[in-house]
């Protein structure tokens, strides 16, 4: 009987591990869009089930996207049920991430990660939406400005969002 339980965990270990992307090493690339991060802050604080990983992931997701960027959505999904979900990106010659779990979110959206274990990637908000337990997000996305403001940091850029 112990030996049917070790081969299923080994079957079964690679669909728990998940994959990774191969990550950015041009640092060029990385700091313009860390400079578009740190130039915007979340309007909402952390509050579960209400502005979660989800919600900070899809802010993040149409901040890149109005950037002129292709983000995508990453979830990692855990077998002890803490799933976790962050925006993606391909830029300069590998993919980031935005990271907002266990970072201080004062001034910015989120911190670069290269770094990244994810169980799948999705397209779209929407597609993360589908998906999530808690059903459709309880704050609209449909102005981008009601849930993020900009901080005039980095004085090359520019505000990509009417406030």
């Not at 690679?14 to 740190?38: D, K, M």
């Not at 909402?44 to 900070?56: G, Q, R, W």
């Not at 002890?80 to 266990?102: F, K, L, R």
């Amino acid at each position: 009987m112990r030996f049917i339980i070790i081969v299923l965990l080994i079957l079964l270990c690679p669909v728990c591990v998940g994959f990774s992307l191969p990550p950015c090493t041009n640092q060029t690339a990385i700091s313009e869009l860390e400079n578009i991060i740190e130039s915007y802050q979340f309007r909402y604080s952390v509050a579960v089930d209400y502005f979660d990983c989800v919600d900070m992931a899809v802010a993040n997701w149409q901040l890149l996207s109005a950037a002129g960027y292709h983000p995508k959505m990453a979830l990692k999904k855990n077998p002890c049920g803490d799933n976790h979900c962050y925006a993606i990106c391909p830029i300069g010659n590998g993919w980031v991430g935005i990271e907002t779990s266990g970072v201080n979110l004062a001034g910015r959206t989120g911190e670069i990660i290269t770094d990244m274990e994810m169980w799948t990637i999705l397209d779209t908000p929407e597609d993360i939406y589908c998906i999530d337990a808690r059903g459709p997000p309880v704050i609209k996305f449909e102005v981008l400005g009601d849930v993020l403001e900009y901080v005039p940091r980095a004085h090359a850029l520019p505000q990509l969002f009417a406030q």
